[in-house]
């Protein structure tokens, strides 16, 4: 009976491989199934952003020297700068003047003051300006000129840089058109109207005061009639630009409070001037 079961368990174990063998190595009926191992992968890819392309001012530059010429004069290309600043109140321009690697550094700083001067005459409030000077390797052209010398872009003014604005409308002279016996608005003028107009939206208990200034030229008596009415005309412009009446208020000082000698066609015309202080209610 023991050498029967030895023989039946020989057997059953060379049944069991043989089957096996014919299943796995002749049929391949017993491949083990491949686990199937799914990864993942996520690129991390840093973007560098692009680099944005330049937008110059309409000016050319001339080579070692400080002189800064408008490009196009006809068609009147700052007002679109004048009108941006005007509408965007929290925003202030910001320009780039660069130079060539056969310059020096320091004419860059001149063509600056040169073009500060530029967008003031026209009526831009320099105070929203924010100049700087840079190197890079570019070529003037056979006549010394080169079209791309002031790169600018807008940015919205910081809170520091605000309140610093508001310093200047608070307490501002104006030369716009005083120098003639009549009243003259001009961009300056208005660009004022429109920050003044802000500021006291922002400062509802602040009054304006319009102080009205001239030259040594005629009667002292007359010159104060003409200091009051020139701030007269200064009230009325801004009403009609939407400012509240009962915020302003006019005197003169005439002759009286010169800020240059009398003697000199400049002096006159610094002293031709509109005075404006805002105070508390």
């Given at each position: 009976m023991k050498h029967f079961l030895i023989a039946f368990v020989l057997f059953g174990t060379w049944l069991y491989f043989g089957i096996r063998y014919y299943e796995c190595n002749v049929k391949n009926l017993c491949e083990e199934p491949k686990t199937s191992v799914v990864v993942d992968t996520i690129k991390v890819i840093k973007e560098i952003p692009a680099k944005k392309p330049l937008t110059f001012l309409p000016f050319?530059?001339?080579?070692?020297?400080?002189?800064?010429?408008?490009?196009?004069?006809?068609?009147?290309?700052?007002?679109?700068?004048?009108?941006?600043?005007?509408?965007?109140?929290?925003?202030?321009?910001?320009?780039?003047?660069?130079?060539?690697?056969?310059?020096?550094?320091?004419?860059?700083?001149?063509?600056?003051?040169?073009?500060?001067?530029?967008?003031?005459?026209?009526?831009?409030?320099?105070?929203?300006?924010?100049?700087?000077?840079?190197?890079?390797?570019?070529?003037?052209?056979?006549?010394?000129?080169?079209?791309?010398?002031?790169?600018?872009e807008y940015q919205k003014m910081s809170e520091e840089r605000m309140r610093a604005i508001d310093k200047g409308i608070a307490s501002k002279i104006l030369y716009a058109g005083f120098g003639s016996k009549t009243f003259k608005p001009d961009n300056t003028l208005n660009a004022y109207a429109i920050e003044l107009k802000n500021y006291l939206t922002k400062n509802p208990t602040k009054t304006v005061e319009i102080i009205g200034h001239t030259d040594s030229n005629g009667e002292a008596e007359a010159n104060m009639w003409f200091g009051k009415e020139r701030a007269k005309s200064v009230m009325q412009y801004f009403v009609s630009q939407g400012i509240d009446v009962n915020k302003l208020t006019i005197s003169s000082k005439g002759e009286t409070t010169p800020i240059a000698p009398n003697n000199t066609l400049e002096g006159q015309r610094l002293n031709r001037r509109i005075e404006i202080n805002i105070s508390n209610n």
């Amino acid at each position: 009976m023991k050498h029967f079961l030895i023989a039946f368990v020989l057997f059953g174990t060379w049944l069991y491989f043989g089957i096996r063998y014919y299943e796995c190595n002749v049929k391949n009926l017993c491949e083990e199934p491949k686990t199937s191992v799914v990864v993942d992968t996520i690129k991390v890819i840093k973007e560098i952003p692009a680099k944005k392309p330049l937008t110059f001012l309409p000016f050319s530059i001339t080579k070692n020297a400080s002189k800064v010429s408008l490009i196009d004069s006809v068609s009147n290309p700052l007002q679109s700068f004048f009108d941006y600043l005007n509408s965007n109140q929290q925003e202030e321009l910001v320009i780039t003047s660069f130079f060539s690697k056969a310059e020096d550094g320091a004419v860059a700083l001149s063509r600056n003051e040169i073009l500060r001067k530029r967008l003031a005459d026209f009526g831009i409030n320099v105070d929203r300006i924010v100049m700087q000077t840079k190197q890079e390797d570019f070529a003037f052209s056979e006549s010394n000129q080169y079209d791309k010398g002031f790169a600018y872009e807008y940015q919205k003014m910081s809170e520091e840089r605000m309140r610093a604005i508001d310093k200047g409308i608070a307490s501002k002279i104006l030369y716009a058109g005083f120098g003639s016996k009549t009243f003259k608005p001009d961009n300056t003028l208005n660009a004022y109207a429109i920050e003044l107009k802000n500021y006291l939206t922002k400062n509802p208990t602040k009054t304006v005061e319009i102080i009205g200034h001239t030259d040594s030229n005629g009667e002292a008596e007359a010159n104060m009639w003409f200091g009051k009415e020139r701030a007269k005309s200064v009230m009325q412009y801004f009403v009609s630009q939407g400012i509240d009446v009962n915020k302003l208020t006019i005197s003169s000082k005439g002759e009286t409070t010169p800020i240059a000698p009398n003697n000199t066609l400049e002096g006159q015309r610094l002293n031709r001037r509109i005075e404006i202080n805002i105070s508390n209610n």
